[in-house]
């Protein structure tokens, strides 16, 4: 099935180092997604973005982080200075419309020491 | 604010037995999707199941919109089998549910 890539699978940053993670969605959706799942927790809706913009967010959003999809490429998480409590593992998602499947990557593991 | 609710929180089967997982969300809106995830691991899609009932291997989703519920039944349970299920409502509420964690064994 349609396929969601997430570059880098693990990151380990030093705190109060910027951070970009990758998304690569699948080819034609419109809407990207991210998450995020502490370890043994439930996952939690970050953002949503379509059209360049991001349509919602959630309070986990933090002034600290930031999306983008420059002209069709990746879609990037940034998070800009990085916290202790970012330590999580990040997954991307995309869906062809408002409402239809959602595809999910496989995660990006980060970890700020 | 809208809510994803599963339960059992978490199940126990031998293998071979059946288990009935259930979801009840808040919203009308469904957009109904069935994952599951071994720890630390990467989320499974297992069925995309808005509305109606699904099928897929040894895999059951009935989704009821108006009652805003939807169920997983798992058919003569594996060991590997073993993780916690999640459902997820997409759509307006981009929800996950608190998951099932089951557990299978020999």
């Known amino acids: 099935g349609p396929k969601v890539l997430q570059i880098p699978s693990h990151q380990i940053i030093d705190m109060g180092q910027m951070v970009t993670l990758n998304c690569d969605p699948v080819?034609?959706?419109?809407?990207f997604y991210w998450y995020k799942q502490i370890l043994g927790q439930q996952m939690e809706f970050l953002v949503n973005?379509?059209?360049?913009?991001?349509?919602?967010k959630s309070k986990l959003f933090k002034d600290q982080f930031s999306v983008e999809r420059p002209d069709g490429s990746y879609f990037t998480l940034k998070i800009q200075p990085t916290a202790l409590e970012d330590s999580a593992v990040y997954f991307c998602?995309?869906?062809?419309?408002?409402?239809?499947?959602?595809?999910f990557g496989k995660g990006t593991r980060l970890t700020v020491v | 604010g809208q809510q994803v609710q599963q339960s059992p929180a978490s199940l126990v089967l031998q293998e071979g037995e059946n288990a009935e997982l259930q979801c009840n969300f808040s919203?009308?809106?469904?957009?109904l999707q069935w994952f599951y995830q071994r720890p630390g691991g990467s989320l499974v899609s297992l069925l995309y199941?808005?509305?109606g009932t699904k099928h897929t291997g040894r895999l059951t989703s009935t989704t009821v919109t108006k009652e805003r519920r939807s169920s997983l039944h798992i058919s003569s349970s594996q060991i590997t089998d073993s993780g916690t299920y999640f459902c997820?409502?997409?759509?307006?509420?981009?929800?996950f549910g608190t998951g099932t964690t089951v557990s299978v064994s020999p």
């Open positions: 998602a995309s869906s062809l419309w408002w409402g239809t499947e959602v595809f």
């Open positions: 080819s034609n959706h419109l809407y």
């Open positions: 919203s009308t809106a469904t957009q």
């Open positions: 997820y409502q997409g759509g307006r509420a981009l929800i």
């Open positions: 199941n808005p509305s």
């Open positions: 973005f379509y059209n360049g913009k991001v349509m919602e």
